[in-house]
C-alpha cells in the first residue's frame, strides 16, 4: 500500500501560478506512475498528468504547455506546477499512484484532494 499526501492548493487569481505537492510514504521507485486527476464542481474527475517511474511524463491536452509534473526521488515527492491559470482550471485535485500488486495486476490508490480555486 501507499498513503498519499497533498497539499499546496489554494486561491489564485487568472493567470498566476500554483505548486501542488504530493508526498507518498514509500519510495517513488516503487511505484509505477504517480500523477493527477481533477474534479470540479458537477463535473466527473478527469486525468490532468502522470509521471512514470522511469521519468516520462504524459499530460491532457488541456493542460499541455501550462502545467508541468515532475519528481523528487530524494523527497519521495511528486509535484504539479501550474502557470497561466485559468477559472476553468477550478477544481479538487487528486494525487494517485500505480502500484504492481502479486497477482501482476496495478492497484490505484488516491490522496485526499487539495482545492484550487482560479478567480476570473
Known amino acids: 500500500q501507499v498513503q498519499l499526501v497533498e497539499s499546496g492548493g489554494g486561491l489564485v487569481q487568472a493567470g498566476g501560478s500554483l505548486t501542488l505537492s504530493c508526498a507518498a510514504s514509500?519510495?517513488?521507485?516503487?511505484?509505477?506512475?504517480m500523477g493527477w486527476y481533477r474534479q470540479a464542481p458537477g463535473k466527473q474527475r478527469e486525468y490532468v498528468a502522470i509521471?512514470?517511474?522511469?521519468?516520462?511524463?504524459n499530460y491532457a491536452d488541456s493542460v499541455k504547455g501550462r502545467l508541468t509534473i515532475s519528481r523528487d526521488n530524494a523527497k519521495n515527492t511528486v509535484y504539479l506546477q501550474m502557470n497561466s491559470l485559468k477559472p476553468e482550471d477550478t477544481a479538487v485535485y487528486y494525487c494517485?499512484?500505480?502500484?504492481?500488486?502479486?497477482?501482476?495486476?496495478?492497484?490505484?490508490?488516491w490522496g485526499q484532494g487539495t482545492q484550487v480555486t482560479v478567480s476570473s
Open positions: 509521471i512514470t517511474s522511469g521519468g516520462s511524463r
Open positions: 514509500r519510495s517513488l521507485f516503487s511505484i509505477n506512475g
Open positions: 494517485y499512484a500505480i502500484v504492481a500488486t502479486v497477482d501482476g495486476n496495478d492497484a490505484r490508490y
